[in-house]
């Protein structure tokens, strides 16, 4: 079972430049990574956008979804993550989020715009918080 997340600072700070720049509403992303020792560690970042286009829903397009799995499997990384921001609300996954966290079972990255902070988690049989270790 995934323990912790790792991912640079400056990778945090292109995930809270693409929420800020896609509020209203909410932006999303996926994570490309490496996992080893329960500690998966992010290595690049599949910018995507929202269909929706609404600040409390997100859903990504099924022609990114496959550009991204073979974007990752050409750069020899797999997908590690899916990012999303919640531009009006805390920083925890919403309703229709642990639905769709229960079977993509890879840790989620919430950011949210109003309290400037990260939060990670993972479906384990329950919703449950992993540390974000920035360095
Ligand atoms: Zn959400």
Redesign the pocket.
């Known amino acids: 079972m995934i323990k912790q997340i790792a991912i640079s600072s400056s990778q945090i700070k292109l995930l809270a430049e693409h929420s800020k720049k896609n509020s209203p509403n909410?932006s999303c992303a996926i994570l490309f990574g490496k996992t080893e020792n329960n500690i998966t560690t992010i290595k690049d970042i599949f910018f995507a956008k929202n269909i929706e286009e609404s600040p409390?829903?997100?859903t990504i397009s099924n022609d990114e979804l496959i550009s991204a799995y073979s974007q990752a499997e050409k750069k020899n990384l797999d997908v590690s993550g899916i990012f999303?921001?919640?531009p009006v609300?805390e920083p925890?996954?919403?309703s229709?989020?642990k639905k769709y966290m229960e079977v993509n079972d890879v840790p989620?990255v919430?950011f949210s715009n109003i309290e400037d902070k990260f939060m990670a988690y993972i479906y384990n049989s329950g919703i449950v918080q992993i540390p974000l270790k920035v360095s």
């Open positions: 909410e409390v829903n997100f999303h921001s919640h609300s925890y996954p919403s229709t989020d989620w919430i």
